[in-house]
Structures are given as structure tokens and as C-alpha cells.
């Protein structure tokens, strides 16, 4: 028995056209906009899309979903270009932020806790949400009310930079709060 198999086969879907342009238009007529704003009124396809090369522009569909389609005399790469800079534009506005974790123990001493505050704050001034955790092993489930104490103390050293979205709360054998880092002034 002889196994074929398909060369260049990728699962990935292949890239379709975003913005249905020139030849690219399904519908037979559309109301085409000049570039200057002005209607021209509702022409077949092809005799728009040689208008527009006339004009040395492409045909570009703006609104897909009216009847007939809206299409504009413009020129795509320019188009193009200026709606990926918006995009990239909204991507900065947009704050991202990553979620860090740092777990603690209900017999936590001191020094280790001080070190675990000096991480924390670390992470909530370069804006980062924590995700902070005491895990409960074996026998230590039935004294929830020290976790709640390490995590209070812990909450109270971090005050300055971050605050806590709730209340800790059980989930599972672990007690859990999530911080957010403060506003500040120049925000």
C-alpha cells in the first residue's frame, strides 16, 4: 500500500482580502462616491471600477452591508496604511497589563516576608496586577485564621502602591486576593 501525502498542506486558514476591492467586489451594481465626497448615483461594478482607473484609484467597498454596497474612489495602500496606523495607535492607548503571582505560607517569617513586599512592589509600579496566594498543606486548613492574618499584615505593607480588588476569599485549600496598582497622580 503507498502512503501519499499532500505537499504544502497547511491547516491555517488562507488570508482573505479584508476590504473587498476592484475585482475583488462580489455585487453586480454599487453606489459609488467619487473622491472628492460626491455621489455619482448606482453603477455596475465594472463600469465604476473603470472609472476609477481612470482616475488612477482603486475601487473600495465601505459599507458591504447596504443595498446596494457603498463603494469610494480611493487609493487602497494609502487606505490601508492609515487604518493600520490607527490600529497600532489604539494598541498603545489600550494599557496592557500581566498578572503575577506571589505565594505566601501561613508560617511565613519575617525577613522572607519583607522579601516577598519588595517583589510586589516591584511588580505593581511597573503596573502589573498580583495575584496573591496562601496555599494550606496537610493540617494547616483548620487554622485559616493565621493565612488571613499573613495576608492582612502582607496587604497593609503594600498599601502605598496596591490595593486589593476584594476581600481574600477561599478557593480550594488556598486563600487568594488579587491587587491592583494604585493611580497616580500624573495618570
Known amino acids: 500500500m503507498e502512503v501519499r501525502y499532500i505537499r504544502n498542506y497547511s491547516r491555517a486558514k488562507p488570508v482573505k482580502n479584508v476590504d473587498p476591492v476592484n475585482e475583488y ?9 467619487d473622491d472628492q465626497g460626491e455621489k455619482l448615483g448606482v453603477l455596475n461594478t465594472q463600469t465604476a471600477i473603470q472609472m476609477a482607473f481612470e482616475k488612477e484609484l482603486d475601487l ?23 487604518q493600520q496606523r490607527k490600529a497600532k495607535e489604539m494598541k498603545k492607548k489600550t494599557q496592557a497589563f500581566e498578572l503575577k503571582e506571589i505565594r505566601l505560607s501561613p508560617t511565613i517569617d ?10 510586589c512592589v516591584k511588580f505593581l509600579q511597573k503596573g502589573h496586577k498580583v ?12 487554622h485559616i485564621e493565621i493565612g488571613k492574618t499573613v495576608m492582612n499584615t502582607f496587604l497593609e505593607m503594600i498599601q502605598e502602591v496596591g490595593s486589593p480588588d476584594g476581600k481574600p ?5 488556598s486563600l487568594i486576593v488579587m491587587v491592583s496598582p ?3 497622580k500624573g495618570e
Open 169 to 173: 476569599s477561599m478557593d480550594g485549600r
Open 25 to 33: 467586489i462580489e455585487s453586480d451594481q454599487v453606489l459609488v462616491i
Open 60 to 82: 473600495v467597498v465601505v459599507s458591504p452591508g447596504s443595498k446596494p454596497p457603498v463603494a469610494k474612489f480611493m487609493d487602497y495602500s494609502k487606505y490601508r496604511y492609515e
Open 182 to 184: 494604585n493611580k497616580t
Open 131 to 142: 495575584k496573591l496566594s496562601i496555599r494550606f498543606f496537610g493540617r494547616m486548613i483548620t
Open 110 to 119: 519575617k525577613h522572607d516576608l519583607e522579601t516577598k513586599k519588595s517583589h
